[in-house]
Every structure is written in C-alpha cells, then in structure tokens.
C-alpha cells in the first residue's frame, strides 16, 4: 500500500494542488507571499475587520454591566470566533465552537441568568442584610 492512501484510496492532496484543484497556499488559500488573485486587498481588509470585531465584542462582553447584554455578547463573540476558524482553515474548530462556545455555553449562561433574576424578584433566602 502507498504512502498517503488507504484501501485504494488517494489521499494526497498534492497533485491536487499542483493540478490548480485546490488551493496552494496556507490559510484562506492564500499563497505564501499573501497573493490572493485579485482578492488580496479584500481579504486583509476582512481580516482586519474580523481582529477588530473580536476585539470589540471582547471587550464588552466583559465589561457590560448587564449581565444580559454580556451573555448576548459572548454568543455572538463565539459565533465570530467560529467565521476566524473557517478564515484560518479549520472548520472542524468552527463547528465544536459554534455548539459549545455560543450554543452550550450560552444556553448555561443564559439558564444561570434566569435563575439569578428569579432570586432577585422573589428577595427570599438569597439576599443578605445588605440587600444583595
């Protein structure tokens, strides 16, 4: 059996690319001096808008007061980091991140959320004297 295939199945990739099937650069097709074709203004300016929206939606989901608006944040923050994935080359990453980074996790979040506003509007047993 060959080096690269498996019950009579070519899996090397580099004819392929050679044949111009697939793309021969890294991540995003991109060859290795960064050419993209005729996309490669539009990509670094994708990339560069896709560095500051992480940033952004970082930052304020950690520094929302609301705690509603932080969890709504952290969704859509993993959903982004899941598009950073797909742009670097790893859907298999986008994908566990999309259901456990936004799915999972902010439906724990959100879960967690509901119980902390049922604590605060019934003022039982969870609050303190000082009233928190």
Same mark, same amino acid.
């Given at each position: 059996? @060959?080096?690269?295939?498996? %019950? ?18 890294? @991540? ?5 001096? #960064?050419?993209?074709?005729?996309? #490669? ?18 930052v304020? !989901? ?9 969890v ?9 980091? !899941?598009? %950073? ?8 990453? @986008?994908?566990?991140?999309? !259901?456990?980074? !936004? ?6 979040f959100?879960?967690?959320?509901g ?5 605060? #509007?019934?003022?039982? %047993? ?7």
């Amino acid at each position: 059996m @060959a080096a690269g295939s498996q %019950a009579g199945v070519d899996l090397d990739l580099r004819d392929d690319r050679r044949d111009g099937l697939l793309p021969s650069g890294g @991540a995003g097709g991109l060859s290795p001096g #960064g050419k993209a074709g005729g996309w #490669g203004g539009a990509v670094i300016v994708f990339d560069v808008v896709l560095t500051l929206t992480l940033w952004v939606l970082a930052v304020g !989901a950690v520094s929302q007061a609301d705690l509603f608006k932080s969890v709504v944040l952290f969704v859509t923050l993993g959903v982004v980091v !899941a598009v %950073a994935w797909v742009r670097l080359g790893a859907a298999d990453l @986008a994908m566990v991140e999309v !259901a456990v980074g !936004a799915g999972v996790t902010g439906a724990l979040f959100l879960n967690t959320l509901g119980y902390l506003e049922q604590g605060r #509007g019934e003022g039982g %047993a969870d609050e303190d004297e000082t009233g928190v």
